[in-house]
Structures are given as structure tokens and as C-alpha cells.
T-cell receptor
Framework: GAVVSQHPSWVICKSGTSVKIECRSL??????MFWYRQFPKQSLMLMAT?????????EQGVEKDKFLINHASLTLSTLTVTSAHPEDSSFYIC????????????FGPGTRLLVL | AQRVTQPEKLLSVFKGAPVELKCNYS??????LFWYVQYSRQRLQLLLR??SRESIKGFTADLNKGETSFHLKKPFAQEEDSAMYYC????????FGAGTRLTVKP
């Protein structure tokens, strides 16, 4: 099946710094990528949807200037958490859908972010 | 707006007993529904989708448009079925229910 990877798997950073998380589709071209956030013992909440070469569409309540999403190629999307604060600590999960993967969304393993 | 409801946060059954995880959705059109499973310390995995009408690991789910439900069922639960189960509804993007943690006791 289609594989989606994320890097890093976990990151600890100081408050005020920026963190970049990468999401890659390894064996298919992801025309659409999704970024989710999952708090402990809660469900996944969609943050934004990005189509390759276009600006991301953010869900209500998600600050686009804080969570910068770039989807510059068909195999890579990045999420940058700018000026991170402790309340941004969470589990960030990407998923991808596209050519060679059908309409199914395939999920990455997630990135755990801890902001001190 | 599309919404997915999983009314049970926790569900516990004994090995060999039948199990049903409930999922209700709200959407006025023709939905595309999925069940995803997340085993401990692993990524989300697709369990099944309604359009394929297949059985995976003994699990089945039938879309009931009249009741707007997509309940997940298995006649004989196994200990290895213990996991977090998410029902999801896909239109242009995928929305998840709150999830149900299934524990199968020996």
C-alpha cells in the first residue's frame, strides 16, 4: 500500500522558536495533503488541506500565520509552527491522497511536538 | 456541515464475544465512510471503507442511510483487536469521530 512518512518523529523546542515538520509520500504522487492535530486522548482535528502548487485551505480557528503550510511538490508538504508556545505542544499527523493511491487517505506516523 | 458521532468513548468485551462500535453521521448528500484503527504506538490504518463492502480482520460495516449509521461489527472479538477505532466521513476532506477505545479482555 501507499506509504507516507513524517520527519521528525518527535521534537522538543524552546518557546518562541519555529519548528518545521515534513510529510512525504514515498510511492505515489500526493495531489492533496492534509494536516491534523491530535491532543492526548482526543480525536484528530483537521487543521488544513493543501493541494500541490496552491495555497492551503485552513479550518476555522486555525491561524494560517502561525501554522505555515507549503506543498511545493507532489511528494512533499511541510508544516512550520512559527513562534511556538507550550500550548502548541501536540501530536501532528499528515495524510496524503493522490495518483496511485486512489481516493483513500494514507496517514503518516505523526510528529510529537513538545514546546518548553 | 458534515459531522461524525461515536457515542462510546470506551468499550470493553470479553474474547469471543460479539462487538459493535457505533458511528452516526450527519450529511445531506451521499457520504463516503471509513473506519480507521490505531493500535498502540502505531499510525492510523485504514480498516475498511463502505464502498468496498469487504471484511477486514473479521470486521464488517454496513451503511444505513435511513439511520445515518455506519456501525462496525465483529462476531467474535480477539484480544489483538484492542485498539482505538475512528469512524470518518469524507467529502472533500476527512472528518473523524471522537474515537472508541476497544478493550478485549481474555
Amino acid at each position: 500500500g501507499a506509504v507516507v512518512s513524517q520527519h521528525p518523529s518527535w521534537v522538543i523546542c524552546k518557546s518562541g522558536t519555529s519548528v518545521k515538520i515534513e510529510c512525504r509520500s514515498l510511492d505515489f504522487q500526493a495531489t492533496t495533503m492534509f494536516w491534523y492535530r491530535q491532543f492526548p486522548k482526543q480525536s484528530l482535528m483537521l487543521m488544513a488541506t493543501s493541494n500541490e502548487g496552491s495555497k492551503a485551505t485552513y479550518e476555522q480557528g486555525v491561524e494560517k500565520d502561525k501554522f505555515l503550510i507549503n506543498h511545493a511538490s507532489l511528494t512533499l508538504s511541510t508544516l512550520t509552527v512559527t513562534s511556538a508556545h507550550p500550548e502548541d505542544s501536540s501530536f501532528y499527523i499528515c495524510s496524503a491522497r493522490g495518483q496511485g493511491a486512489g481516493e483513500t487517505q494514507y496517514f503518516g506516523p505523526g510528529t510529537r511536538l513538545l514546546v518548553l | 456541515a458534515q459531522r461524525v458521532t461515536q457515542p462510546e468513548k470506551l468499550l470493553s468485551v470479553f474474547k469471543g464475544a460479539p462487538v459493535e462500535l457505533k458511528c452516526n453521521y450527519s450529511y445531506s448528500g451521499s457520504p463516503e465512510l471509513f473506519w480507521y484503527v490505531q493500535y498502540s504506538r502505531q499510525r492510523l490504518q485504514l480498516l475498511l471503507r463502505h464502498i468496498s463492502r469487504e471484511s477486514i480482520k473479521g470486521f464488517t460495516a454496513d451503511l444505513n442511510k435511513g439511520e445515518t449509521s455506519f456501525h462496525l461489527k465483529k462476531p467474535f472479538a480477539q484480544e489483538e483487536d484492542s485498539a482505538m477505532y475512528y469512524c470518518a466521513l469524507s467529502i472533500n476532506d476527512m472528518r473523524f469521530g471522537a474515537g472508541t477505545r476497544l478493550t478485549v479482555k481474555p
